[in-house]
T-cell receptor, first 113, second 111 residues
Framework: DAKTTQPTSMDCAEGRAANLPCNHS???????VYWYRQIHSQGPQYIIH???NNETNEMASLIITEDRKSSTLILPHATLRDTAVYYC??????????????FGPGTSLSVIP | DTGVSQDPRHKITKRGQNVTFRCDPI?????LYWYRQTLGQGPEFLTY????????KSRLLSDRFSAERPKGSFSTLEIQRTEQGDSAMYLC?????????FGPGTRLTVL
């Protein structure tokens, strides 16, 4: 599974859009991009995933570049409850091995009042 | 609340003792995963079950660790002869597809 690179930390003003980038330059054709987040002292929470088309759900939007080497998670109107560590991972769902799924340290997003 | 529950939420034990954690996945989920997470790091994969079959074990899972999922429902993770380095959050996740739904975790402290 491809590795990902994310900024260590980001700040966002409450009510503004939070744009969290992720680089996955070695992504292969069958690998999806998944985003999870982890609020302090809780388990990770699934947010969204996509292959190549942009995706949107009630939590966020996922924009994947045409070459699929990077993506951006967008929280359209960040609230204080969105303060969390955000993880971007890539994975081929047809693979049966999870040993190479790397969460990494993620991006610590602080939403500021 | 994702519907995945873990028990206990916190466990403090002395070095050398055995501990067992339980995970109850969402009922229709046939996939179950265990992860370990230390402070400041993302979750690290430990093991994966599909129904009752343990299909994969990470090299992180030493001989002191054992996981079971009898009847393909709940799962237990046992650590024998605990060491201080085992102190971590132990996370369970379940799913039907590749999307994983995590429980709240069990925080283990080994004194």
């Amino acid at each position: 599974d491809a590795k990902t690179t994310q900024p260590t930390s980001m700040d966002c003003a409450e009510g503004r859009a939070a744009n969290l980038p992720c680089n996955h330059s070695t992504i292969s054709g069958n690998e999806y991009v998944y985003w999870y987040r982890q609020i302090h002292s809780q388990g990770p929470q699934y947010i969204i995933h996509g292959l190549k088309n942009n995706e949107t759900n009630e939590m966020a939007s996922l924009i994947i570049t045409e070459d699929r080497k990077s993506s951006t998670l967008i929280l359209p109107h960040a609230t204080l409850r969105d303060t969390a560590v955000y993880y971007c991972i890539v994975r081929d769902p047809m693979k049966t091995s999870y040993d190479k799924v790397i969460f990494g340290p993620g991006t610590s997003l602080s939403v500021i009042p | 609340d994702t519907g995945v529950s873990q028990d206990p939420r916190h466990k403090i034990t002395k070095r050398g003792q055995n501990v067992t954690f339980r995970c109850d996945p969402i009922s229709e989920h046939n996939r179950l995963y265990w992860y370990r997470q230390t402070l400041g790091q993302g979750p690290e994969f430990l093991t994966y079950f599909q129904n009752e079959a343990q299909l994969e074990k990470s090299r992180l899972l030493s001989d002191r660790f054992s996981a079971e999922r009898p009847k393909g429902s709940f799962s237990t993770l046992e650590i024998q002869r605990t060491e201080q380095g085992d102190s971590a959050m132990y996370l369970c996740a379940s799913g039907i597809t590749d999307t994983q739904y995590f429980g709240p975790g069990t925080r283990l402290t080994v004194l």
